[in-house]
């Protein structure tokens, strides 16, 4: 067996949460990894434009946020490992994280950043038509729509920020809500608002995505007449919320009925030693600004419970 | 304008210094006219290169059919071909920018070691395949959740020489993302048949590269 690499402290995910206690850590003069396994930046890294992270008063693209958030973890010396956790063991005094790639690394405490994922809507064709009309990644899928009429179901932030992202691309975009208003902050609703080529649905509920070798229509439910009709687009964007990343600390730490990650004041959870920042944390307000706030008071509060071990 | 800020050059100068092994050459295959992501892919081919002796670079003025791209079975451009000991059947199709560059940055590193990082159940079974698969990745510049894809293809490649693996970037390729069915990406297709939806893990992709194997 190789020496097993170790840490004073893994954080697990690489959103805006891990790469801030990457720094936080690295800036205390602990050995820091930060395990991703996809790019470095979570779901920030999809978003096209960020306008309520502080000190970018013109906004600016998830992926140029993300990339700066690494480059200054990584001067800071925060390692990154580009893998999965897949399982943790608590062993006296430290952690050993075994990774899908089956390597091991060992730390005294462990950050989990691990974020949320998308929800999906549950209905018929959903999973049948990913990847063929259905997505969840509007910059990613957004042009092979140009010119065309898309729906977006949702409506919070991310729902109408990707539906004027995509109305840039589409020749229409319907938002289908289940309520008569928006929950996305108020600037966002008046730019979607002004928007031409943006219509919203309010009121409605998806029943099923229809289509054969692509998506053709999007079958919604009127919740007050419980008429149907079918809206006919070629695209469904869904951001109707997330689930948390948590499966992997589940039998570890104290969740709360959604599965989210309960902390104390320090932000450790019920196990000694695991620290929890960011949307997988259970807390009000999932915002990147929150993220790292949470992440500098996990990773100032890891390096002294590490000093006191 | 030079794409790559300082301290990235920085960064990758050492990452280079410290991981390439053996010498990488990227054949490169252009167009002066109505390419219009030729240019853009060769600045950032061009400066790579300065960033570790062990790079060089080939140019080929595309012809098709011509003896070169025979050679590489290139059909499109602007394609990249990283040969390191031998070619290893790795492509780009179309820029290698955005999310991808650091897709490109990784695979010159693993064809310069000749070795991937496959876990060893994955690599075995990757090795044993004994028949030809070809695979194509669509992607765009912007999808996060791409480059985990072409890597998976691009290590497949680098394992067995029967496996060729190529990054496709859909939008300069509409055709091909017509003619495959992709309105989403990543998506990976084997030997044109068999697809695969996202960026699934390892053990998926093996299961759809052994299903197209078969």
Not at chain 1, 25 to 38: D, F, N, S, T
């Amino acid at each position: 067996m190789p020496d097993i690499p170790t840490f004073d402290i893994a954080i697990i995910g690489g959103g805006p949460a891990g790469l801030t206690a990457g720094l936080y850590a690295g800036r205390g003069g602990l050995r820091a990894a930060v395990v991703e396994k996809l790019m470095p930046g979570g779901l920030v890294a999809n978003t096209e434009r960020i306008d309520n992270y502080p000190g970018f008063p013109e906004g600016i693209s998830g992926y140029d946020l993300a990339q700066r958030m690494q480059a200054q973890a990584a001067k800071f010396g925060a390692q990154f490992v580009s893998d999965e956790a897949a399982a943790i063991a608590i062993e006296p005094k430290s952690f050993l994280v075994r990774l899908s790639s089956k390597a091991q690394l060992r730390a005294k405490a462990l950050v989990i950043a691990s974020g949320a994922y998308p929800r999906t809507l549950g209905v018929p064709g959903e999973k049948e038509l990913l990847g063929k009309g259905v997505s969840y990644c509007a910059v990613c899928d957004g042009a092979f729509f140009k010119n065309q009429d898309v729906a977006v179901v949702g409506g919070g932030d991310s729902a109408v920020q990707e539906a004027v992202y995509l109305a840039g691309l589409c020749s229409t975009v319907t938002v289908v809500h289940r309520r008569s208003s928006l929950r996305a902050a108020e600037s966002l609703q008046r730019v979607a608002f002004r928007n031409g080529k943006i219509s919203f649905s309010w009121n409605r509920t998806v029943v099923a995505i229809e289509g054969g070798t692509q998506v053709e229509g999007l079958r919604v439910m009127d919740k007050e007449t419980m008429k149907e009709e079918v809206l006919p687009v070629s695209g469904v964007f869904i951001y109707v919320g997330y689930h948390p990343n948590s499966a992997v600390v589940k039998d570890l730490v104290q969740l709360d009925e959604n599965g989210y990650i309960v902390t104390d004041e320090n932000l450790m959870t019920s196990a000694p030693g695991i620290f929890a920042a960011g949307d997988v944390r259970r807390k009000l307000v999932r915002q990147i600004s929150g993220a790292v706030g949470d992440a500098a008071t996990a990773a100032v509060a890891a390096q002294q419970y590490i000093e006191n071990l | 304008m030079p794409l790559l800020k300082d301290e990235d050059q920085k960064y990758l100068r050492a990452e280079f210094a410290r991981k390439l092994t053996g010498p990488v050459k990227i054949v490169f295959f252009t167009q002066a006219q109505d390419c219009m992501f030729c240019q853009p892919t060769e600045q950032i081919i061009r400066e790579l290169l300065p960033l570790s002796d062990k790079l060089s670079l080939e140019t080929h003025a595309f012809a098709p059919g011509s003896e070169e791209a025979t050679r590489y079975g290139i059909d499109k451009i602007p394609a990249i071909v990283l040969v390191g000991a031998k070619d290893y059947g790795v492509r780009f199709y179309g820029i290698p920018a955005g999310f991808e560059f650091s897709t490109l940055v990784a695979d010159i590193i693993d064809v310069s070691r000749g070795e991937t990082s496959f876990s060893p159940e994955a690599r075995d079974k990757v090795r044993a395949i004994a028949k030809p698969v070809d695979i194509q990745v669509f992607v765009s510049p912007t999808c996060p959740y791409c480059p985990p894809a072409v890597r998976l293809a691009h290590m497949a490649a680098i394992e067995n020489g029967l496996v060729t693996a190529a990054m496709v970037e859909s939008t300069e390729f509409p055709h091909l993302a017509h003619q495959y069915n992709v309105a989403g990406v990543p998506r990976t297709i084997f030997n044109g048949t068999v697809s695969l939806e996202g960026a699934a893990p390892e053990a998926l992709f093996i299961e759809k590269l052994l299903e197209a194997a078969r």
